[in-house]
């Protein structure tokens, strides 16, 4: 599956954005989805996940409450949903695929898009 993430740019903190991550080459809902980001000099961190069934849904701590992860099997794309945003929020924010093992991790993830970058400001 190839994936390609949009809706990224330059927010204000408190302010709101979407991300999209657009599937091709298979449907989507064959796999659980990850959001992870990577901010400069640091190392890739998980944000959110969905199981494959969608009936787990798991985020970090640090955006619980915050961003919302989900999906529309027809448009066969996945969306991460930020809001209230906080400069320490700014990263490159990647989608992958996921096919077994433990949602959260990283080493999980099958396939990842190019990621989309998000920058918040104070």
């Known amino acids: 599956v190839h994936l390609v993430e949009s809706g990224g740019g330059l927010v204000q903190g408190g302010g709101s954005l979407r991300l999209s991550c657009q599937a091709s080459?298979?449907?989507?809902?064959?796999?659980?989805v990850g959001w992870f980001r990577q901010a400069p000099g640091k190392e890739r961190e998980f944000v959110a996940a969905m199981s494959r069934d969608d009936r787990m849904t798991i985020y970090s701590d640090s955006v619980k409450g915050r961003f919302t992860i989900s999906r529309d099997n027809v448009k066969n794309t996945a969306y991460l949903q930020l809001s209230s945003l906080k400069p320490e929020d700014t990263a490159v924010y990647y989608c992958?695929?996921?096919?077994?093992?433990?949602?959260?991790?990283?080493?999980?993830?099958?396939?990842w898009g190019q990621g989309t970058q998000v920058t918040v400001s104070s």
């Open positions: 080459g298979r449907a989507l809902s064959d796999y659980g």
């Open positions: 992958a695929a996921h096919i077994s093992g433990v949602l959260r991790y990283i080493n999980s993830y099958d396939y």
